[in-house]
């Protein structure tokens, strides 16, 4: 199973644009990446998925590097309604996916 | 309408009893998932059927039974209830298996046992 790392909390304020990052050294090759989102005293909800190079939907962009041991979230602009837990997901079938404790953001005024 | 549901929403109940947990998806999925989620935020999968089947049963004592009525529901039976089990409990939906399918999930439902 490949194991997730990354950190436990971020800060920042309204209107910047935040990167989390997320090691991944023994990702496999049918492993895609994926991250979900959770505010509190609600589900963890689907942000963006990739497997290699770049990904940009409506919410966000995932940038993963050739060897793909690592791979960053990009929120542009964040709001206050941003802060929740981001979940880094590595897995090729749902058995493997472990969504481990997460990264708080807290988007400060 | 509501795409994965749960009830109940809280559940506090004495230790060694006995209480399910009961989940519906309307979204025509074949896969649906059991995760407990503890008080700091970790959240780990305890079961997956796909079309009524178990397929994922991870390290999980066997008070807990989950049961499969239909594809569009899965519930979750726990007998002699402890401690320890008191969690927030999400039931979540998915296409397929693979883990390029985009997972659903309800609102949760909080555990305490007293």
């Known amino acids: 199973l490949a194991k997730t790392t990354q950190p436990i909390s971020m800060d920042s304020y309204e209107g910047q644009e935040v990167n989390i990052t997320c090691s991944h050294n023994?990702?496999?090759?049918?492993?895609?990446i994926t991250w979900y989102q959770q505010f509190p005293s609600q589900g963890p909800r689907f942000i963006i998925q990739?497997?290699?190079t770049k990904v940009t939907n409506e919410v966000a962009s995932l940038f993963i590097p050739a060897d793909r041991k690592s791979s960053t979230l990009s929120l542009p602009r964040v709001s206050l309604s941003d802060t929740a837990v981001y979940y880094c997901?590595?897995?090729?079938?749902?058995?493997?996916?472990?969504f481990g404790s997460g990264t708080q953001l807290t988007v400060l005024p | 309408d509501t795409a994965v549901s749960q009830t109940p929403k809280y559940l506090v109940t004495q230790m060694g009893n006995d209480k399910s947990i009961k989940c519906e998806q309307n979204?025509?999925?074949?896969?649906m998932y059991w995760y407990k989620q503890d008080s700091k935020k970790f959240l780990k999968i305890m079961f997956s059927?796909?079309?009524?089947?178990?397929?994922i049963n991870e390290t999980v004592p066997n008070r807990f039974s989950p049961k499969s009525p239909d594809k569009a529901h899965l519930n979750l039976h726990i007998n002699s209830l402890e401690l320890g089990d008191s969690a927030v409990y999400f039931c979540?939906?998915?296409?397929?298996?693979?883990?390029?399918?985009?997972?659903?999930f309800g609102p949760g439902t909080r555990l305490t046992v007293l």
């Open positions: 979540a939906s998915s296409p397929g298996t693979g883990a390029y399918n985009e997972q659903f």
């Open positions: 023994n990702i496999a090759t049918n492993d895609y």
């Open positions: 990739g497997y290699k």
């Open positions: 997901l590595v897995g090729g079938s749902a058995r493997q996916l472990t």
């Open positions: 979204l025509g999925h074949d896969t």
């Open positions: 059927y796909n079309n009524k089947e178990l397929i």
